[in-house]
């Protein structure tokens, strides 16, 4: 059974930082592509960060040099935000499948606050 288990989501000031962390169990992140996606108030998910699984990364224009995605041996995926902005409060997901852009699994969300 896959889970990804999202943590490190919390409160934060505009200008400041945090680093998303998504735990994978039933899978391994190294063999597929992994993805962070973001629903704020009001609107449709997107698509944030993605990492395929020759360890390209590629970012959203909107996050572009603030927002950076990795994984490492510990089997988990992370999404370390700089420079946070009030609009990117939202609900923020990790997901896993053959594409980061079509993902087949998800976490069930940590929620990102980030006040002006």
């Known amino acids: 059974q896959v889970q990804l288990a999202e943590s490190g989501g919390g409160l934060v000031q505009a200008g400041g930082s945090l680093r998303l962390s998504c735990a994978a169990s039933g899978i391994n992140v190294v063999f597929n592509a992994m993805g962070w996606y973001r629903q704020g108030p009001g609107k449709q998910r997107e698509w944030v960060a993605g990492i395929s699984r020759g360890g390209s990364a590629n970012h959203a224009d909107s996050v572009k040099g603030r927002f950076s995605i990795s994984r490492d041996a510990k089997n988990t995926v992370y999404l370390q935000m700089n420079s946070l902005k009030p609009e990117d409060t939202a609900v923020y997901y990790c997901?896993?499948?053959?594409?980061?852009?079509?993902?087949?699994?998800w976490g069930q969300g940590t929620q990102v606050t980030v006040s002006s």
């Open positions: 997901a896993a499948g053959s594409s980061s852009r079509s993902p087949a699994y």
